[in-house]
């Protein structure tokens, strides 16, 4: 497809239950990114990846959080044993833009909740 | 650190009035900063950005900002609001680390009323 497509668009899941969450980036984009947007709050970064290495994943909550990229393309978000503070829109977004170009391509996020 | 502080959470105008959303940055060296917009069920979209040209920015949609060094601000403007400018707005700052890094604030939502 033309934009960032992520998948699933809901997932309701119980506490102690692991989640997956998948981001296909635009066809190309090097650079891939998870965001975390919680109710009242702004975008919390969590991941960075360029090609299928992650240089940057100082921004996962703790070690129930992984993610990883093959291919140079899709990734997948992993929440192990999940909590109700886990709860939250999760966003990916992909970019072939330089340094601080700033135009990352966002798709319509994973909402996740937590029971 | 970078960061940036939206100065409201809700911001309510008339149709046909200007709109003014306010930010403020912190970064310890010259910031690339950004503007999207967040509409209901939809994802995030580039609205304007500012890296280091002139300081005053204009976006799609009719929105601009002005780029204030000694104000350590970056407010969004717009003449007229119209009924689609109902949406989140997230004032954005470019973090250290050689690529992408977007510090995003806390977002203002913005109404319009006929």
């Known amino acids: 497809g033309a934009g960032v497509s992520q998948s699933p668009s809901n997932k309701v899941t119980e506490k102690g239950k692991d989640v997956e969450l998948r981001c296909d980036p635009i066809?190309?984009?090097?650079?891939l990114y998870w965001y975390r947007q919680s109710l009242g709050q702004g975008l919390e970064f969590l991941i960075y990846?360029?090609?299928?290495?992650?240089?940057?994943k100082s921004g996962l909550p703790s070690d129930r959080f992984s993610a990883e990229r093959t291919g140079g393309s899709v990734s997948t978000l992993t929440i192990q044993r999940t909590q109700q503070e886990d709860s939250a829109v999760y966003l990916c977004?992909?970019?072939?833009?330089?340094?601080?170009?700033?135009?990352?391509?966002f798709g319509e996020g994973s909402r996740l909740t937590v029971l | 650190a970078q960061s940036v502080t939206q100065l409201d959470s809700h911001v309510s105008v008339s149709e046909g009035t200007p709109v003014l959303l306010r930010c403020n940055y912190s970064?310890?060296?010259?910031?690339?900063l950004f503007w999207y917009v967040q509409h209901p069920n939809k994802g995030l979209q580039l609205l304007l950005k500012?890296?280091?040209?002139?300081?005053l920015v204009k976006g799609i949609n009719g929105f601009e900002a002005e780029f204030k060094k000694s104000e350590t601000s970056f407010h969004l403007t717009k003449p007229s609001a119209h009924m689609s400018d109902a949406a989140e707005y997230f004032c954005?700052?470019?973090?250290?680390?050689?690529?992408?890094?977007?510090?995003f604030g806390a977002g203002t939502r913005l109404a319009v009323h006929p």
């Open positions: 954005v700052v470019s973090g250290t680390g050689g690529y992408n890094k977007l510090i």
């Open positions: 066809s190309g984009h090097t650079a």
């Open positions: 970064s310890s060296y010259s910031p690339s």
């Open positions: 990846f360029q090609g299928n290495s992650a240089p940057d």
């Open positions: 977004a992909s970019t072939s833009g330089g340094v601080n170009t700033g135009e990352l391509f």
């Open positions: 500012y890296t280091s040209a002139a300081t």
